[in-house]
């Protein structure tokens, strides 16, 4: 089966028509087909929403404890 034989192509060409068919079949039985995805301005809404839920995402008011890089006087 070489690229520049007819027949070849004829056999690609039906391959992948079956390979369609399987899976238009599947998904037919997973029933994705019958999924409606959210419209985009829902699904932006939703994690802007998600966002405002969270509330900023701020440390404390009181100030961290500061470190010195030595322990001490020696």
């Not at 809404?45 to 322990?71: K, L």
Request: proline share 11%.
């Amino acid at each position: 089966m070489t690229l520049f034989d007819p027949h070849s192509h004829h056999l690609i060409h039906q391959l992948r028509q079956e390979q369609l068919a399987r899976k238009a079949e599947r998904r037919k039985q997973l029933r994705l087909d019958s999924l409606e995805a959210p419209p985009a301005a829902g699904r932006i809404s939703g994690a802007i929403r998600a966002i405002g839920v969270r509330g900023p995402q701020r440390g404390s008011s009181s100030p961290r404890p500061t470190h010195t890089a030595s322990p001490g006087p020696r």
